[in-house]
Each structure stands twice: as C-alpha cells, then as structure tokens.
C-alpha cells in the first residue's frame, strides 16, 4: 500500500495547461503502474492516463490524448499529469491511484479500469473556463 497526494489544481482558461502531480513515498519498488483519473459532477470516474513503472510507457484516454502527458520522476516518488490546451470539458476533481497488487498495466483505457487500481488520493480539483 501507497499513501498517495495529488496537487497543482487550480481555475484556469481554455486553452491553459496546468501540471498535476502525485507524491507515492515507495511506489517505485511496490508498484507497476501509476494512474491519473477524474470525475465530474454526475458522472462516474474515468481513467485518464497511466504510466509503467519500469521504462515510462504511457497510455491515455482517447479525449485526452495528444494534450495530456503523464511523467514520472522516481527520485521524487512523484507521477505528473501535464495537462495543454485545457477545454471546459477538462474540469473535473483528479484523482491519483497505483494500481492492485499482481495486476497489469492497461493498454487501453475504459470503464473498468478504475477496479483494478486502489490506493485513492482525496484529488484535486481543475476548473477550466470558456
């Protein structure tokens, strides 16, 4: 189990970038993939993107991609979500997770894979403005 911190919410305007970042203490040796996720009012929570510990590889959400990069900087036990070109649709609360134990990273991002993470932050809330 990871203790995980999400930060770097904020209000900003479309078309803005902000920079999430997630503090894991440990993650490196107990976990093989990262996620970054949101929720709006009124609708379920998505996955947004995810990263391998090992090596970096990265997916994404297919509303996201091409805007949104997922990093990692393992000295720092932190994941970031760098997020341009922010659209009003972006506003949501955002969440940080690791995933379960003896799962595998997705490689494609749908409804199910919030189940196979835990280790919840309380998240962050972004708020992007037409």
């Known amino acids: 189990q990871v203790q995980v911190a999400e930060s770097g919410g904020g209000s900003v305007q479309a078309g803005d970038s902000l920079r999430l970042a997630c503090t894991a203490p440990?993650?490196?040796?107990?976990?093989?993939?990262m996620g970054w996720f949101r929720q709006s009012p009124g609708k379920e929570r998505e996955a947004v993107a995810v990263?391998?510990?090992?090596?970096?590889?990265?997916h994404y959400a297919s509303s996201v991609e091409g805007r949104f990069t997922i990093s990692q900087d393992k000295a720092k036990d932190t994941v970031y979500l760098q997020m341009d070109d922010l659209k009003s649709e972006d506003t949501a609360m955002y969440y940080c997770?690791?995933?379960?134990?003896?799962?595998?990273?997705?490689?494609?991002?749908?409804?199910?894979?919030?189940?196979?993470?835990?280790?919840w932050g309380s998240g962050t809330q972004v708020t992007v403005s037409s």
């Open positions: 997770a690791a995933i379960l134990r003896l799962r595998a990273c997705p490689r494609t991002l749908g409804p199910t894979t919030e189940s196979i993470f835990g280790d």
């Open positions: 990263i391998l510990t090992d090596g970096g590889l990265a």
């Open positions: 440990g993650y490196t040796s107990s976990k093989r993939c």
